[in-house]
């Protein structure tokens, strides 16, 4: 859990809103989890770290959605915890049963949310 939160803090020193930082994020776990799909027979070594950045990312996500001190609404908090819920199952799988294609889902995921969050989308 130490290298997620090094990682959101380092980023967060150098963007200007907490949106950006997590858009940053998100982007930053897809990178590495596309990487690994990429070149699943040279990466295939770097995907239980990927894995595992993504996953610290998501349950700070969702321990932060879930906490009642949230100011979002109650709504859009239940729609992350939801999504981080979905993500932590989904990487349990894919590491039960490793398979590039199965990382199509995770990196999706966190580049269509770091899309809203930076107002791409």
């Known amino acids: 859990m130490q290298s997620a939160a090094k990682a959101y803090g380092t980023v967060a020193q150098q963007t200007a809103s907490p949106r950006e930082l997590e858009a940053q994020l998100l982007l930053r776990a897809a990178s590495r989890l596309q990487s690994v799909h990429d070149d699943w027979d040279?990466?295939?070594s770097a995907l239980d770290h990927a894995l595992l950045f993504n996953?610290?990312?998501?349950?700070?996500f969702l321990t932060s959605a879930?906490?009642?001190d949230n100011p979002l609404?109650?709504?859009v908090r239940q729609n992350i915890a939801n999504?981080?819920?979905f993500v932590?199952?989904?990487t349990l799988n894919v590491m039960g049963n490793p398979q590039p294609e199965r990382l199509r889902s995770l990196i999706n995921i966190n580049r269509q949310l770091a899309a809203g969050?930076?107002?791409?989308?």
């Open 42 to 44: 040279s990466k295939r």
């Open 83 to 85: 999504i981080g819920i």
């Open 88 to 90: 932590l199952n989904h």
């Open 73 to 75: 609404p109650a709504e």
């Open 117 to 121: 969050l930076s107002g791409r989308a």
């Open 66 to 68: 879930t906490n009642t």
């Open 55 to 60: 996953r610290k990312l998501w349950t700070v």
